[in-house]
């Protein structure tokens, strides 16, 4: 089992930068894939990102492609997501997820990862 806590998130004027945390308990953070997605109100929890085991690969939604940037530590056991030129439309509540076995073209859907976080808020203002 792994345990996520997420942290970073805030108020941030459109255009801005947050950098956003998600540390893992356990030592076996590196057999996990990782996982960012969001949820703003009224709508179903949505992939930003997801990055391999080993930080090689990483794949990301339309929305925040040239955006947005995930990546990984796996000595501080710790997932990131660098986002920067916010928008309004990325207010939501963010929330990392891991999984140790997911296929590439599963790493989108929310069912494919056993592992959540709590979720931080990400509120940017126009």
């Known amino acids: 089992q792994v345990q996520l806590v997420e942290s970073g998130g805030g108020l941030v004027q459109a255009g801005g930068s947050l950098r956003l945390s998600c540390g893992a308990s356990g030592r076996t953070f590196s057999r996990y894939c990782m996982g960012w997605f969001r949820q703003a109100p009224g709508k179903e929890r949505e992939f930003v990102a997801a990055?391999?085991?080993?930080?090689?690969?990483?794949d990301y939604a339309d929305s925040v492609k040239g955006r947005f940037t995930i990546s990984r530590d796996n000595v501080k056991n710790t997932v990131y997501l660098q986002m920067d030129s916010l928008k309004p439309e990325d207010t939501a509540v963010y929330y990392c997820a891991a999984d140790q076995s997911i296929s590439r073209t599963k790493v989108v859907r929310t069912e494919s990862y056993d592992y959540w976080g709590q979720g931080t808020q990400v509120t940017v203002s126009s």
């Open positions: 990055i391999s085991r080993s930080g090689d690969s990483t």
